[in-house]
């Protein structure tokens, strides 16, 4: 299926951002704390963006890497980098420098934009400290605090003057379709991230039909609370608000009370996030005494949702319109959408049916079709499926079907509509406050820790996050469990949302006869709090 059917209008996002220059000028399309872009002003920007790109020798199909909060400036270098030709290459804000030098490496970015200052944490010094060789690095452009030996944001857009603008047009609109516009990473059950390639054909087309879907309209006011290095904050976030005409509010740190106060300040329209970014925000005692009357849209899913949620959005928060979603990395980040008009009890049961031009099937072992209402492994063909794994063809090729279906390892129900219920995650996967958390991974950093030598990790229900994570550990001879120890280790060399929670020391772990882990077992444990 062409991918560029839905899309006739741009194409790719390089003639996105000027189109929508012409038919939304003076509109605001960022406003970021007392910076304010217009959409005729954000193509300015972005193509002198360009020109610094090229300045700096970023040819067509090159990596660039982005590790910064949601800003203004993570927007223009985005499209700069796409209206370059190059492959974006957006890396988790909660990585440390191991995690991250592994993506800059294996994507083999040429260029690097970080901050040195966010939440008084130096990327910079943290690859530093990693000590993990990255010959494929050659600048790194600092987009907030001290750039030290790196280029600050004005020395890099300074390089503009180099290249003609002409020749940053020429490039741009030389860009396809097809051609790869970002390489998301996603961890895997192997424990190690996988960049998932998607093309501007690809993004565009399921982008705009998921703002057709849900509602997005010309004139929202958007919070994108949800990070951009996720599909969430980036293409269903300001990408969709530059399609659509909406404003987009940047939010570099979830809190709920600056959500709260952005809200009441701009009028807010669109609020969409994870489960527990709502269950925060009527957790608080003022929610009644709060100017929310302009919300109206809100979009969920990455958990289950409590049918009492759904309606308490609605009566306390005052949204209009709540829905619901499924969708990965390896399929452009969106598959399923439930509708407007939906009944509550069916948003909160379900993450809807497939999106115009993609089918999600449930299928047993040997991928046949399951009855309605029987459980199965989820399957999703059509334009949305990745083009495959950065530089990894054999996990590229695990994760197809002899038909070519993305096995999603998911397991799920179908009702005689097409409305899919998630029952069980992606193998072993738990999801910590919308942020998936991958078990073999986890576990191969804590396999690192003198004190350990086995360890299994499972996810638990929270009653704030949704999910968090539980270690049960098999100590070396003579070794000690120190809990607060070992939590403070791996806070240190693993991103927040991945540390365990709580640590169980076990004399052994539970396995079956061929050896394999029973993690069934241990989720039980979990659950129960033993």
Known sequence: MDGRRGDLEHGTTARLVRAAAKWHGDRPAIVDGGEVLTFAQLAIRVQQATRALLALGIARGDRVAVWAPNGWRWIVAALAVHSAGAALVPINTRFKGEEAAYVLGKSGARALFATTDFLGVDALALLDAAGVPLPALETVVVLGGAPGRALSWEAFVALADQVPSGIAEERALSVEPDDVCDIMFTSGTTGRPKGAMSTHAQTLRAFRDWSDIVGLRTGDRYLVALPFFHSFGYKAGWLACLMMGATAFPLAVFEVGAVLEQVERHAITVLPGPPSLYQQILARGDIGSRRLQSLRLAVTGAAVIPFELVGRMRREIGFDTVLTGYGLTEATGVSTLCRDGDPPELVAATSGRAIPGVEVRVVDDAGQDVPAGSPGEVVVSGYTLTKGYFDDPGASA??????????????????????????????????????????????????????????????????RLGEVGVAFVVTRPGAVLDEPELIAWSRARMANYKVPRRFVRLDFLPTNATGKVLKYKLRERARDGT
């Open 398 to 463: 695990d994760s197809f079907d002899e038909r070519g279906r993305l096995r999603t390892g998911d397991i799920g129900v179908m009702d005689d509509n097409g409305y899919l219920r998630i029952t069980d995650r992606k193998k072993d996967m738990f999801i910590v406050g919308g942020f998936n958390a991958y078990p073999a991974e986890i576990e191969d950093v804590l396999l690192r820790h003198a004190a350990i030598a086995q360890v299994a990790v499972v996810g638990a229900p929270d009653g």
